[in-house]
């Protein structure tokens, strides 16, 4: 969206607005529970929303239904965090990068003009990334570090998910990832991590340093700040870029796509190795893996974490306990055949996602518990 100076105002005075009953919603909850032993619905936290407009008139001035949209925004959280344990609700700062506020109704969408209208604020010329059609639901207004405005609107088209398409074991692919290498596919094609991060690290350093020196609260402050936003935004537009190209092209060429389910958080503790797999995005891209099988009606299949599947023969069965991370190649005992780690452990992960799925003709690397080693 492309707002004018009196719109970006009344646009921050909403996502400002939105913060504010968020986390007045939030320290009433706490301390309802606290004090008084009982739960505040969003039913509740709506019904105190007149009382907070008249201690804090400036609310007035904003749309109703994006203030209830944040209580239940808030009374989503602490569902998640009871029945999903994802972390329990925390308070929203005013420096996060990315600010928004929700409208759920009473906008409008004009895709001739190029503009959408939105409830005490106005019309905004827009640039839409398609046109689409069905009921819409709620529009998500957001502005970037960068100050760029995007509104995402949720719409039923009506079309029911396709059924997931049979797969065999020719058009079911294996993926190793790693920090080397991106990915490492079970078809022998290894994709090379494009390290973005590591390329922008030392432009940062210096951009870091330039926001370091200037006073706070000054303009050339405001203007170094800005310049670093820019660049680790243009580091995270490749990486969204590199990411979504690639799980696009995986979908699109397979019926089934096999991938090894990873503790990226645990693996994020290691200081020397955090800022690679940072870089690397596996979450993120395991994330667009998953949603576009959907969309597409493929199948996506997930191994145990634990399953050494770079130690065992994909050919003969046979486990090396004795590979270490540096040995990036390795020739069994058992049947001489030579490997590539990276592309023996993809082929692992696709006859292990398959033997779960009780598939008929899979055979080679068997899953084993105790060592198959053979005796000396």
Not at 25 to 44: H, M
Not at 114 to 141: N, S
Not at 195 to 216: D, E, G, I, P
Not at 343 to 365: D, M, T, Y
Request: charged share 25%; with cysteine.
């Amino acid at each position: 969206m492309y707002p004018s100076r009196e719109q970006v105002t009344l646009l921050m005075r909403h996502i400002h607005a939105c913060r504010f009953v968020y986390n007045n919603s939030l320290e009433q909850k706490i301390r309802a529970y606290e004090q008084e032993g009982r739960k505040l619905s969003c039913f509740d936290l709506n019904n105190r929303l007149p009382a907070l407009k008249e201690e804090h008139p400036w609310l007035k001035e904003v749309n109703s239904q994006s203030l209830q949209s944040a209580n239940k925004n808030l009374d989503n959280a602490f569902t998640r965090f009871f029945r999903e344990k994802k972390g329990f609700p925390r308070f929203k700062s005013k420096k996060n990068p990315v600010q928004s506020f929700q409208v759920p109704q009473h906008y409008r969408v004009n895709f001739k003009q190029r503009k959408i209208k939105f409830p005490k604020i106005g019309e905004f010329k827009t640039v839409f990334h398609r046109v689409f059609t069905g009921k819409m639901k709620y529009a998500t207004v957001s502005v970037t570090s960068t100050k760029k405005w995007f509104v995402s609107i949720l719409v039923d088209d009506g079309v029911a998910e396709p059924a997931p398409a049979p797969f065999s074991l020719d058009t079911t692919i294996g993926i190793d990832v790693g920090l080397k290498d991106f990915a490492t596919l079970s078809t022998g094609e290894k994709i090379e991590n494009p390290h973005y991060m590591k390329t922008s690290l030392q432009r940062l350093k210096v951009l870091q340093r330039m926001v370091s020196r200037k006073k706070k609260g000054s303009k050339n402050r405001e203007k170094a700040i800005q310049r670093l936003a820019r660049c680790h935004e243009k580091t995270a537009n490749q990486r969204n870029d590199f990411l979504h190209k690639l799980s696009f092209r995986v979908v699109s060429e397979n019926q089934a796509i096999a991938v090894e389910s990873l503790n990226v958080g645990g693996m994020m503790k290691n200081h020397h190795l955090a800022q690679g797999i940072g870089d690397v995005s596996w979450s993120m891209f395991f994330t667009m893996l998953e949603y576009k099988c959907q969309r597409y009606g493929k199948t996506l299949l997930k191994i145990g974490r634990f399953d050494p599947s770079s130690k065992i023969c994909s050919n003969c069965g046979y486990l090396k306990q004795d590979l270490a991370l540096s040995d990036r190649e390795w020739i069994c005992p058992d049947c001489g055949t030579h490997h590539d780690r990276d592309i023996n452990a993809a082929i692992n992960i696709k006859k292990f996602a398959l033997q779960e799925q009780n598939l008929v003709g899979v055979s080679g690397a068997e899953r084993t518990v105790e060592p198959v080693d053979s005796p000396q």
